[in-house]
Nanobody
Framework: QVRLVESGGGLVQPGGSLRLSCAASGFTFSRYAMSWFRQAPGKERELVASITAGSGIASYTDSVKGRFTISRDNAKDTVYLQMMRAKPEDTAVYYC???????WGQGTQVTVSS
């Protein structure tokens, strides 16, 4: 069955960096676009970044442009989210998703605080 397993969350200071990973299994990873979402307490889940299959074209929500980078390693069936210059408003549970099949990971908590 399809599995998406996130890792790499934790506590980071404002201005710091963190890299999230999502290991995928149960489908042909290279053929599907992948996305990262986040949900902060009391807020709706929002799309943070996506990366296409094949050429791996990335797109981002405005609030993270220039700070976050999504990438993928098709040899490892893994998608990454590199977070830089973290802000307190980035605090949320981050989810990896394969939207076309409506598959989601369990989420990983990211807290940006001094």
């Amino acid at each position: 069955q399809v599995r998406l397993v996130e890792s790499g969350g934790g506590l980071v200071q404002p201005g710091g960096s963190l890299r999230l990973s999502c290991a995928a299994s149960g489908f042909t990873f290279s053929r599907y676009a992948m996305s990262w979402f986040r949900q902060a307490p009391g807020k709706e889940r929002e799309l943070v970044a996506s990366i296409t299959a094949g050429s791996g074209i990335a797109s981002y929500t405005d609030s993270v442009k220039g700070r976050f980078t999504i990438s993928r390693d098709n040899a490892k069936d893994t998608v990454y989210l590199q977070m830089m210059r973290a802000k307190p408003e980035d605090t949320a549970v981050y989810y990896c998703a394969q939207i076309s099949g409506n598959y989601w990971g369990q989420g990983t908590q990211v807290t940006v605080s001094s």
